[in-house]
């Protein structure tokens, strides 16, 4: 265990539906990330966010949409998926200093979209 | 834009016997670090080993050593002694120093032990 959760592990949705997944850390971390793990591509990079604030989106399509209401929580809520969003979901949390740089990941998500 | 390369997509290793997996990377930055992340079928990324590219000596964690050259922007990681546990995904990754705290991934290597 590295300390962050994800839930659920598993998700079936259709096109229509609305779902949220959720991410929990509790170790003081600062940081906190979504990842798209699609088969045969490098992990993806979709949005940060630091100390609650978002610091980056990579260009993600609104039908995702990301909430961070404090440091230990991250959401991110779907809607209206493509069946192309079917992919493993990660997060991941990191403490911002120059000495501790090394993001610790949850077991994801595996999502897919029908 | 920074990029990470893993030319080998699968690996195989006899049980106790060593392995090199490779990963090379391309930056403008002089400052940033490097991370080797494992990935079992569980699905867990886990933290193996990391790099900070100021340190000239190669980090070293128990069975798993690297082989960092900074001009060649080459950054393989070395398996001794492998063990069936080994078998998972590894990923090669990098951060810059400051600035974003974007992680680039490699696509992978999946390294299969055999008994």
């Known amino acids: 265990e590295t300390g962050v959760t994800q839930t659920p592990r598993h998700l079936v949705m259709g096109m229509t539906n609305k779902k949220s997944l959720k991410c929990e850390q509790h170790?003081?971390?600062?940081?906190m990330y979504w990842y798209k793990q699609s088969a045969k591509k490098p992990l993806e990079l979709m949005f940060v966010?630091?100390?609650?604030?978002?610091?980056e989106n990579n260009s993600v399509p609104s039908r995702f949409s990301p909430e961070c209401p404090n440091s230990s929580h991250l959401f991110l809520h779907l809607h209206t998926l493509q069946p192309e969003d079917s992919a493993l979901y990660l997060c991941?949390?990191?403490?911002?200093?120059?000495?501790?740089?090394?993001?610790?990941f949850g077991q994801g998500t595996r999502l897919t979209v029908v | 834009a920074q990029t990470v390369t893993q030319s080998q997509p699968e690996m195989s290793v006899q049980e106790a016997e060593t392995v090199t997996l490779s990963c090379t990377y391309d930056?403008?930055?002089?400052?940033?670090?490097l991370f080797w992340y494992k990935q079992p079928p569980s699905r867990q990324m886990i933290l193996v080993i990391r790099q900070e590219a100021y340190k000239q000596q190669n980090a070293t964690e128990n069975r798993f050593s690297v082989n960092f050259q900074k001009a060649a922007k080459s950054f393989s990681l070395k398996i001794s002694d492998s063990q069936l546990g080994d078998a998972a995904m590894y990923f090669c990754a990098y951060k810059e120093e400051g600035g974003s705290e974007k992680l680039v991934f490699g696509k992978g290597t999946k390294l299969t032990v055999n008994p």
């Open positions: 170790l003081g971390h600062n940081a």
């Open positions: 930056t403008s930055e002089s400052d940033y670090y």
């Open positions: 991941a949390s990191s403490l911002r200093t120059r000495q501790n740089t090394e993001a610790f």
């Open positions: 966010y630091n100390f609650k604030e978002q610091t």
